[in-house]
């Protein structure tokens, strides 16, 4: 029997909200699991949608955190109807205070299944005061994996080992430093997202892109609409040579089929075109 099928698209990506849908399929009906719920329900819905999907599949919500671009409260009374959300334990505290547990809640250390075959292993990194999760994901029946990895602050050792040499790495690509020094925010706001606990700047994830092997592909996350653009994190990316998917806020990328290895191709820096392939 073939192991079940998984494929991914980023639904939106940015500060206005962050949602990521992996679809398990097999004998039976598609089992959707969304990394992070930063998307109102409605819009997901119409995300989903656009890529032939629903959310009348969606077997569990697993959040890397609590912020609000990664948690839209409207997903509170949605998710009260019966699909578990995953945290982690750390998380616990905040999640009480803004009334996210509740009976159908899942809380994680290390390793959880949110659906059969879907093994998640997590590691908690540098965010804010509480911190973030980062996955490794290895898909049903073989040992191809996806990584994810989004707020993690900087770029440690802790992050290259626990995605090291994943066949496709989600990362994100946040902002470029001189259009970040130039926007005009405020010191305390340029601060905490350059001062090692906000976001990876374009060349910190470009180097933690070559620093954890990835096989395959990288996509990249969460680019600032006020200080990046795709042209700027591409040419920043283009030196270790992995093909590049680039998540938009406005629309989904196309699926990613996680299940069978990409062609090999002669590696060389990706092109304006490809961008959003």
Known sequence: MNPPRVRLSVLSSSSAGNSTVLEVSGSSRPGLVLIDAGLSPRATRTHLASLGASDRDLAAVVLTHLDRDHFNAGWLRYLRRGVPIWLHRSHAGRATRDGILYRKSELFEDAFEPVPGLKFSAAVLSH???????F????????????????????????????????VLAIESNYCP???????????????????????????????VSRIGVRERAILLHLSRQCNSPEIAATAHQDHGVPLTIARPDEPTPWLDLTL?????????????GLFA
């Open 128 to 134: 804010d005061d509480l911190g973030v999760a980062v």
């Open 136 to 167: 490794r994901v290895t898909l049903p029946g073989s040992n191809r994996s996806l990584g994810y990895a989004t707020d993690v602050g900087r770029p440690t050792s802790a992050l290259f080992s626990h995605l090291a040499d994943v066949d």
């Open 178 to 208: 001189r259009l970040q020094v130039a926007s005009g925010r405020p010191a305390f706001l340029q601060q905490r997202i350059m001062g090692g606990s906000g976001h990876l700047s374009n060349q910190q994830s470009a180097d933690a």
């Open 261 to 273: 290895p990409a062609p090999v191709v002669a590696r060389r820096p990706p092109v304006a075109a």
